[in-house]
């Protein structure tokens, strides 16, 4: 499982051109996280099912306005591929006792 970032069509990644970009659906989007990888402010986790799935959530520590945006997590094995988007809005400090409170388990159900 990875995580992926969409990207603007004309954004250079990394200093490069498409050679780190992944094409899905007609989007461009770059690897932020493995399964299981974890940085200074991503952490991803996977957890097996007892009905043999795997479940990946992925953390964000100290958002920032970057951080909003589209995010995929990508599964493949040797069937095939399957992802799921996410639209991860950054709420302003001063704003976020207006946003409605969400369930974080809500969110990850597919």
């Known amino acids: 499982m990875q995580w992926l970032k969409k990207v603007d069509d004309d ?4 200093g490069a051109d498409d050679l780190t970009a992944i ?3 007609g989007e461009r989007f770059v690897v932020v996280m493995a399964a299981g990888g974890q940085s200074r402010r991503l952490e991803s986790a996977t957890v097996a099912r007892k009905d043999g799935t795997y479940v990946n959530k992925l953390t ?3 958002v920032h306005h970057v951080d ?3 995010y995929v997590c990508l599964s493949t094995n040797h069937a095939g591929y399957s ?3 996410v639209h991860f809005a950054v709420i302003p400090r001063e704003y ?3 946003a409605p ?3 974080p388990q809500a969110l990850w159900r597919f």
């Not at 954004?11 to 990394?14: C, E, F, I, L, N």
């Open 11 to 14: 954004a250079k990644v990394g």
């Open 23 to 25: 094409s899905l659906d």
């Open 60 to 62: 964000v520590h100290r």
């Open 68 to 70: 909003a945006g589209v």
């Open 83 to 85: 992802f799921r988007r």
């Open 96 to 98: 976020s006792t207006l």
């Open 101 to 103: 409170r969400v369930r």
